[in-house]
């Protein structure tokens, strides 16, 4: 490496990463795959980046951020990315006063989807989700909107204000909204995977499928399994998958000694490379499952995400 490219390339990939609010593993992802940037090398063979390149992929972030494909704006030049940016932040200014509902806090929106719940209106339902996808981050909707939505659904279930027709109609509308916001976001083939599963015993999917989009929004290939998997299975899915990271949600297992018996089934299945990440009511009460070698417990999607930014930090 010549005393130009020193001068010029000189950020390493973890201050990059903070810079422009992009994990490594999608930096890296969005390099391969789109060659958005070409940045330098070490001697060691550990990436430089210029300050061109840390404004072009800020500039990449926020125009995905608004709801574009990551391919759409690859090729852009960074005076079109810059034109994008203004565009969309007009748009921002005006947005108010000709769709409020779209740009609405995410606590609004999950009132107004309650109504739409009630009133068993299916289709209004789908629209806010959408209007939400298009108005917040990824993690936002997930930990602002679904996840206090299903909260709320879940309540109102248990004290029997909703109907079994409500919740079932609800919980088909966030279903099909999940599966679509995860086939929508842009992932390498060549990122790391991870599965998402729920053991034996199990019936709740949001949880697994909730880490799915979380894992995919963080630059991970995400497989979500199903519901109601024996260890076998999930071990035999995630080494054919060449997996990095297996996920599990435990919400209402019968019993924790059921929930212990999969997990450490389990564990004992996979190679000892393999990460198992544990998260859902049951196993953050179980001290069984907390204290199981090779077994992490986690408490929110918030930690998850941190968690494979760790990983992705590693690679």
């Excluded at 009133?119 to 959408?130: A, F, G, I, T």
């Excluded at 209007?131 to 004290?159: C, N």
């Excluded at 924790?256 to 996979?270: A, G, H, N």
């Excluded at 198992?276 to 009511?281: A, F, S």
């Amino acid at each position: 490496m010549n005393k130009r490219e020193t001068e010029v390339s000189r950020h390493p990939i973890r201050v990059v990463s903070k810079r422009t609010g992009l994990t490594p593993a999608v930096l890296r992802a969005w390099e391969k795959r789109y060659g958005v940037v070409s940045p330098s090398r070490t001697e060691g063979g550990q990436r430089l980046y210029s300050d061109e390149d840390v404004e072009r992929l800020t500039l990449l972030r926020r125009t995905v951020d608004e709801g574009r494909k990551i391919s759409q704006v690859a090729s852009l030049s960074v005076e079109e990315l810059r034109g994008l940016v203004r565009e969309d932040e007009a748009e921002r200014r005006v947005a108010p006063s000709l769709d409020a509902l779209g740009k609405s806090s995410a606590s609004v929106l999950v009132e107004k989807a309650m109504v739409a719940v009630e009133e068993m209106d299916q289709r209004h339902l789908e629209r806010l989700l959408n209007r939400g996808a298009m108005a917040h981050p990824v993690p936002v909707v997930l930990d602002q909107v679904v996840s206090p939505l299903l909260g709320v659904i879940g309540d109102r279930w248990e004290e029997g204000s909703l109907t079994p027709a409500q919740e079932h109609l609800a919980a088909g509308v966030v279903r099909r909204f999940l599966e679509w916001l995860l086939e929508t976001i842009a992932v390498t083939r060549e990122a790391p995977v991870v599965v998402t599963a729920i053991p034996a015993g199990e019936r709740h999917e949001f949880g697994a499928l909730l880490s799915a989009v979380s894992a995919a929004a963080e630059g991970w290939q995400a497989v979500f399994l199903g519901t109601d998997l024996p260890a076998e299975e999930i071990a035999s899915a995630s080494i054919r998958l060449e997996a990095e990271v297996v996920a599990l949600s435990a919400v209402s297992i019968p019993t924790e000694e059921d929930l212990y018996r999969e997990v450490s089934d389990l564990r004992t299945r996979l190679p000892a490379d393999m990460e198992l990440i544990v998260g859902g009511p049951m196993a953050l009460g179980s001290r069984r499952i907390r204290e199981l070698e090779g077994t992490t417990v986690l408490d929110s999607l918030e930690s998850f995400r941190e968690r494979l930014r760790e990983l992705g930090a590693r690679g």
